[in-house]
């Protein structure tokens, strides 16, 4: 059995983003995330965070 999923992406103009699924009290406890190169995924809800084309290094956490 095939299912499909719509995975949510975000551009970010931060490489530091937080994710709590966006579900309010369904979601997922808040992570830190840092985005290396271009993209990082959410290890709880796989939102997909894209680095927008000349974003800053940002303050970092």
Do not use: F, K, N
């Amino acid at each position: 059995m095939s299912q499909t999923s719509d995975v949510e992406t975000i551009i970010a103009h931060d490489r530091t983003v937080a994710c709590d699924g966006g579900d309010g009290p369904l979601g997922h406890p808040r992570v830190w995330l840092r985005i290396e190169d271009h993209d990082v995924t959410c290890p709880y809800c796989s939102r997909h965070y894209v680095l927008a084309a000349g974003a800053g290094e940002g303050s970092g956490h």
